[in-house]
């Protein structure tokens, strides 16, 4: 990797805004999905850029019931890693979580 684009302070302030934005977005998604408001596959049907870089092990501990240690096993049991985020799942193991999570019980 080689150093960061050079970027005038213009472009700087606009890209920090950006990000600012696409925190808040998945924070408030997050909270939508943890109060009932929202149903975590619909992040895995946004077009949304900040929820397609959203981290899946965030989006499956914000399911009411699941905290850290059950989404841990339930990532494990699916087979996708710990960094691995919402874009970046393939459909086998989409199918997969959904078929996990659908059988909690």
């Given at each position: ?24 977005e ?17 992040a ?34 699916a ?19 959904l078929?996990?999570?659908r059988?909690?019980s």
């Open positions: 990797m080689g150093a960061p684009p050079k970027l005038t302070p213009e472009e700087r302030s606009a890209a920090l805004a950006k990000a600012a934005q696409a925190r808040r998945r924070s408030e998604f997050k909270a939508a999905v943890k109060n009932g408001k929202a149903s975590w596959l619909d895995l049907a946004s077009e949304s850029e900040a929820l397609q870089r959203l981290r899946v092990r965030e989006l499956i501990e914000s399911i009411p019931g699941l905290g850290e240690v059950r989404a841990a096993a339930v990532m494990e049991r087979g996708i890693s710990p960094t691995r985020r919402v874009q970046g799942l393939g459909r086998a193991q989409r199918n997969l979580l078929e996990i999570l059988n909690r």
